[in-house]
């Protein structure tokens, strides 16, 4: 599977955007782009996908570069509901566009918003 | 309400002993997931399910089995071959891109 590097940390005020990185240097052309992100004692929580276009939805943008071997993930006014543990990962759809792929997570991101 | 469900939510067993742990779902997905999470950790996946009597390891099956007899239920067994039991089990399914996760069970080891 392919991997994704993301900073440990960082840290957001209240109503403010939080752009969160993400490198996958090894990301094939089945790979798509996934965020989730998981609160304190729960279980992750699916927020975005993509891959090749940038993505909007209800919690977040997804903007992915050109070369696919980066993308960001837009909060476009944090708050502290927001703080949490966000993970970048790669899903393999595989040859015959499966849509069984399997969720390798990484450490993560942990945000902080400040009040 | 649609969602998965997972119980307990705290397990305590004593060392030697194996422990099942339940997942249902009532969201129709053909495919089902077993998560582990040690602290400060990601989640790493133990079993998957793409459907009915069919099952596959993941990366860190040795010392838990599982089964999948209905599309509703994936119980995941905690076998006395487990040397680390201890951890944050988390049960998920999907359809097609989005898997959705229980709430977890913690399972400690005395």
């Known amino acids: 599977d392919a991997k994704t590097t993301q900073p440990n940390s960082m840290e957001s005020n209240e109503e403010e955007p939080v752009h969160l990185p993400c490198n996958h240097s090894?990301?094939?052309?089945?790979?798509?782009i996934h965020w989730y992100r998981q609160l304190p004692s729960q279980g992750p929580e699916y927020v975005i996908h993509?891959?090749?276009s940038n993505v909007n939805n209800r919690m977040a943008s997804l903007a992915i570069a050109e070369d696919r071997k980066s993308s960001t993930l837009i909060l476009h006014r944090a708050t502290l509901r927001d703080a949490a543990v966000y993970y970048c990962?790669?899903?393999?759809?595989?040859?015959?566009?499966?849509?069984?792929?399997?969720?390798?997570f990484g450490q993560g991101t942990i945000l902080t918003v400040h009040p | 309400d649609g969602g998965i469900t997972q119980s307990p939510k705290y397990l305590f067993r004593k060392e030697g002993q194996n422990v099942t742990l339940s997942c249902e779902q009532n969201?129709?997905?053909?495919?089902m997931y077993w998560y582990r999470q040690d602290p400060g950790q990601g989640l790493r996946l133990i079993y998957y399910?793409?459907?009915?009597?069919?099952?596959q390891k993941g990366d860190i099956a040795e010392g838990y089995s599982v089964s999948r007899e209905k599309k509703e239920s994936f119980p995941l067994t905690v076998t006395s071959a487990q040397k680390n039991p201890t951890a944050f089990y988390l049960c998920?399914?999907?359809?097609?891109?989005?898997?959705?996760f229980g709430p977890g069970t913690r399972l400690t080891v005395l």
């Open positions: 998920a399914s999907s359809m097609r891109n989005e898997q959705f």
């Open positions: 090894t990301i094939s052309g089945t790979d798509y």
């Open positions: 993509g891959l090749t």
């Open positions: 990962i790669l899903r393999d759809t595989g040859a015959g566009g499966t849509s069984y792929g399997k969720l390798t």
């Open positions: 969201l129709n997905h053909d495919a």
């Open positions: 399910s793409q459907i009915v009597n069919d099952f």
